[in-house]
C-alpha cells in the first residue's frame, strides 16, 4: 500500500514508543453463535438430522459475513475518506477549518500512537466507542461484541494485522511498564496504515499522543488532499483512503467484469465448483466443512491452534496445499475463493475422491476427530437431501 511506510513513520515520532510483550495464549472470542446451526447439541451421530442454510443465497467474501436475519446496531455508517497525522495536537481553530473544507461532511480527532509487539511497530487509534462507530464500515459498525470490546478496554486488531503479525484472539500482550491488553476482537477496519483500536481511556493510559489523528467523511473522491495539508501544515502524513475506489472508477467498464468473472457467485457455486479439483468427492462434504470450521466465513479465526480462514487451515499445511482458485495472481488463505478448492486439493491428496473409509480417513486428516469425521459425514448427507 502506498504511503503506508511514512504514514507509520510520523505515528512512531509523535509518541514514545512502548514495548510489549507476547503473554500466555488465550482463547478465540466467538463474535455470536452460528443460528445456522440448530442441532449443535445433538449427538454426532444425529447430524443427518440438521437444517442446512440456503448456500446459493450465501456470497462468499474476504470480509466477515453477517448473520441472516441479523438486525444492525441503528448506525449508519459514514466511512472516513481521508485519514491524517499531524506532527502535534490539532488546535480546535484547525478543526473548525478542516470541518469547512470542500466537500468536508463530518471530521473527528482522536488520539493515535504506536507500541511495539515483539519488536514490530502496531499503530493504534484511541477513541470513544461511542461516537466513532459510524467511522468503520457498516458490518463493523453492526458488530456489538467490537464495542463491547472497546468498553471495556480491550484492543480490537485489525483483521489485516492479525495476519500479518500473527496476533492471537483472545491473547493478553504486555505493555512495557503499562496494562496488559488483550486482543478480543479482529476486524476489517479499512484505514490503511491502522492496525488496531483502543478506547480514549485506554490510550491515555498507553501514553498515545493526544488529538494528532483527523479522519474526514464526505463525498466519495471528492475531498481533495491539498487543503488538508494546508491545514495541518508541514510534516502532516495523508492517507486517501478511497484512493483504490477513485482508480477503480476511472478504470474502463470491462476490465472490472474481467477482473471477477471467473468467481463463484455464492457459496453452493463454489462448493461444486472446488470440488471438480477432486474426482469423487462430492461439493456437500466441502460445504459440510466450510459449515462446521467457520460457518460458511463466519468465523475465520484466528483459532486457538493458529488455524486461519474460513476452512481453517494451519498455516504449514497451506503452504504444502494452498492454490490460488480466482487466479488473481495470490494465494490467500483468507480468501474462500483460496481456500475452498485448498480445502479440495488437500482433502485429495489424503485419498477423499476414493470415497468409502478413505474419505472417512481423508476427512480424519484434515480435523484428528472421529466426532468431527461423523459430523461432517452428517451435514453431507443432510446437503445432498436438500440439494437433490
Not at 461516537?131 to 458488530?143: G, I, Y
Not at 478496554?153 to 491488553?181: I, T, W
Not at 510534516?235 to 484512493?243: K, N
Request: hydrophobic content about 40%; some cysteine; glycine content about 14%.
Amino acid at each position: 500500500m502506498s504511503g503506508l511506510p511514512s504514514f507509520r513513520g510520523v505515528l512512531f515520532m509523535v509518541v514514545a514508543v512502548l514495548t510489549v510483550t507476547l503473554a500466555a495464549g488465550g482463547v478465540v472470542l466467538v463474535m455470536g453463535g452460528d443460528p445456522l446451526e440448530t442441532a449443535s447439541e445433538e449427538p454426532l451421530r444425529r447430524a443427518p438430522q440438521q437444517q442446512t442454510p440456503a448456500l446459493d443465497k450465501l456470497v462468499p467474501t474476504t470480509a466477515p459475513v453477517k448473520d441472516f436475519g441479523q438486525g444492525g446496531a441503528g448506525v449508519t455508517s459514514t466511512p472516513p475518506r481521508v485519514l491524517a497525522v499531524a506532527r502535534g495536537t490539532v488546535p480546535k481553530r484547525t478543526r473548525f477549518a478542516l470541518s469547512g473544507l470542500a466537500h468536508v461532511q463530518k471530521a473527528i480527532v482522536v488520539d493515535a500512537g504506536a507500541v511495539k509487539v515483539s519488536g514490530t511497530g502496531l499503530n493504534l487509534l484511541a477513541v470513544d466507542p461511542a461516537t466513532f462507530r459510524s467511522w468503520t464500515p457498516q458490518p463493523v459498525a453492526d458488530q456489538g461484541a467490537v464495542w463491547s470490546a472497546l468498553a471495556r478496554g480491550e484492543l480490537v486488531a485489525d483483521a489485516a494485522a492479525v495476519r500479518r503479525f500473527g496476533l492471537a484472539l483472545g491473547a493478553h500482550y504486555q505493555a512495557d511498564g503499562g496494562p496488559r491488553l488483550r486482543v478480543a476482537a479482529s476486524a476489517a477496519l479499512g484505514l490503511t496504515g491502522v492496525d488496531g483500536l483502543v478506547s480514549a481511556e485506554m490510550g491515555r493510559t498507553l501514553g498515545l499522543a493526544r488529538g494528532v489523528a483527523v479522519l474526514l467523511h464526505g463525498k466519495q473522491g471528492r475531498i481533495g488532499e491539498a487543503g488538508v495539508r494546508k491545514l495541518l501544515g508541514k510534516g502532516a502524513q495523508i492517507v486517501l483512503l478511497d484512493a483504490a475506489d477513485r482508480t477503480k472508477q476511472q478504470q474502463p467498464k470491462r476490465e472490472q467484469v474481467v477482473a471477477t468473472s471467473g468467481r463463484p457467485g455464492s457459496y453452493l457455486e463454489l462448493y461444486k465448483v472446488s470440488a471438480t479439483r477432486c474426482p469423487g468427492l462430492s461439493w456437500t462434504v466441502l460445504a459440510a466443512i466450510g459449515q462446521v470450521e467457520s460457518g460458511h466465513g463466519r468465523n475465520n479465526g484466528p483459532s486457538s491452534a493458529g488455524a486461519l480462514g474460513p476452512m481453517q487451515f494451519m498455516p504449514a499445511t497451506w503452504k504444502s496445499y494452498g492454490v490460488d482458485g480466482d487466479g488473481d495472481g495470490e494465494s490467500d488463505i483468507w480468501s474462500p475463493y483460496d481456500a475452498v478448492p485448498g480445502a479440495a486439493n488437500y482433502l485429495c491428496a489424503t485419498g477423499a475422491g476414493q470415497g468409502g473409509e478413505k474419505l472417512r480417513k481423508a476427512i480424519w486428516h484434515y480435523n484428528h476427530s472421529w466426532d468431527y469425521v461423523n459430523k461432517v459425514m452428517g451435514i453431507a448427507e443432510a446437503y445432498a437431501r436438500a440439494y437433490a
